[in-house]
């Protein structure tokens, strides 16, 4: 598996899994994945959109997949290059949640860190969101 992450978080997502970590800040990680992977690899998860949106398309084999969490990659693009695009929907389903639940008790699937911050502070959240120096998930909490 191939990530992208800042040199700061390179070997929290190595623990997460991670084979190769390409800095965004410092490469083009698009060049780098052509330069790990002849021919480009079989699937993208691409969480930004727009300009990776295409660039996950180049980076991806004939026949592969690029799976958008927000917008879908150049449709021709993709088409031209025999590159499948899809988005992906999540719908809240009782049993798969009890499962995962289940699976983080049990120390199998890690989850990542938690920050919370009372909802009156969304201000400051938001200002920590957009520094890029959030490690895990940023919740408000609405009491």
């Not at 993709?78 to 949640?97: C, E, I, Q």
């Amino acid at each position: 598996m191939i990530t992208t992450a800042s040199r700061k978080n390179a070997d929290y997502v190595r623990q997460l899994g991670a084979d190769e970590v390409i800095d965004y800040r410092t490469e083009n990680w698009a060049e780098k994945v052509q330069d790990l992977v002849s021919g480009g690899v079989n699937m993208v998860l691409d969480s930004l959109s727009g300009l990776a949106s295409d660039m996950s398309v180049d980076v991806t084999a004939a026949g592969g997949t690029v799976v958008s969490l927000n917008d879908l990659a150049d449709e021709k693009r993709a088409k031209s290059k025999d590159v499948h695009v899809t988005r992906l929907f999540v719908t809240p389903n009782g049993d798969d949640l009890r499962a995962i639940g289940a699976l983080i008790e049990n120390g199998e699937l890690p989850i990542p860190p938690i920050n919370r911050l009372p909802f009156k502070d969304a201000a400051k959240a938001q200002e920590q969101s957009g520094s890029g120096h959030v490690r895990g998930k940023l919740v408000l909490e609405i009491v």
